[in-house]
């Protein structure tokens, strides 16, 4: 099977091929003739499997062939977080760079205006999370009348933000005459019975497994002081424009001191552990993903049985005292192929721990210097961790001397990864 046998246009095989795809995954064979034929299905695939392109290939293929012309968008994809809207518009622009197709995304947080401004100059596709698309159709910066086609991407995430009614009142924009496309890595209740009230005799098509592309998990392992973490993590933060974070710390108190040292620094920030309430915890969970949040730290038990996945970092500001939570921890990331990043902070004082990890690793790994990082001089104004540096001979070292190697042991992240599938 290669994907050619689709039919689709040259221009989306020539940028197939330009993505270095050569076989289908399973969504994509399964999803992309039905769509192409004008049916409505549901995709049980989750994010990693290759489903953005599943539906954005046969999107632009058909888009491309109507020629209808309006400025109005003839696709709506509605994502639950700003991120992933942000990356499927970014996919459906790979595709169709070399067709004369335009895709815009609208997601709160930012600046309505400049949004504004892209849907009048028009735009075919249009990627947008619920509650913003419901702004600009209240303003009636946007109209929905020319939709041919509707994807509801990663429904049950909706649904778990909460986004029904959203999308219930989205619905009574968009023609009765539409196909549409559903989403969703599980099948709950909610997602049939909103598959029942969208969806016209869906084609059911599902994957069970994620690729091997998303399961892949670089991993990183940095020797640093404990009183020079927090600098670290504002460094990496800041020079390597993280988008969103997921920071384990070891305590309570632990969590509120580092998100209070994050705010000074102007980043966004809110912590969860198990002395705040359950609304408090439920509030700053959805700030994070609606992507209000940059940096969500968080305690193993709190972090426990929420839904988080697929985000682009997960950092280990302390090592778990439980090893195996290091598995459950990194497992959160690992987004779309685009291999999430696993940073570990190993400082003197764990060594214990780090040797208990390093046996449920199974594999050697390189602890380094992080590149780049200049540890930062005791700022007396603000509220720091007061234990100093503690150094012990047999343990990773930090390199005060700011001249530092960069290193990954993606092997063995790749290694352990394939394990998880
Ligand atoms: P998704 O599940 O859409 O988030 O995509 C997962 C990742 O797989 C993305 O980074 C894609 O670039 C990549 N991908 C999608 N289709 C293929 C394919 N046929 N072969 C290799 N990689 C792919």
Redesign the pocket.
Known sequence: MNFTSFGLTEELLSAVTK???????PI?TQAIPVILEGRDLIGGAQ???????AFALPILHLLNQSKKRTRNPRALVLSPTRELAAQVAE?FRDYGSSLPLRTTSIYGGVKINPQIAALQRGTDVLVATPGRLLDHLAQKTLNLRDIEILVLDEADRMLDMGFVRDIRKIMTFLPRKRQNLLFSATYSPEIRRLSGEILNDPAIVEVSRK?E??EKVDQSFFAITKDQKRHLLVHFIQTHSWYQALVFVSTKHGADRLSKQLMKKGIPVGAIHGNKSQNARTRTLGDFKKGDLQVLVATDVAARGIHLEGLSHVVNFNLPQVAEDYIHRIGRTGR???SGEAITFVSPDEKDQWNKILKVLKTSVNVSAPEGFTPVKKDPSEDVDTRGPQRRNNSPRADQSGQHRYARSSGGGRRYASARA
């Open positions: 993505q270095g795809y050569t076989i289908p995954t994509q994010t990693g499997t290759g489903k953005t392109a996919s690729n592309a998303a779309a192929g685009k």
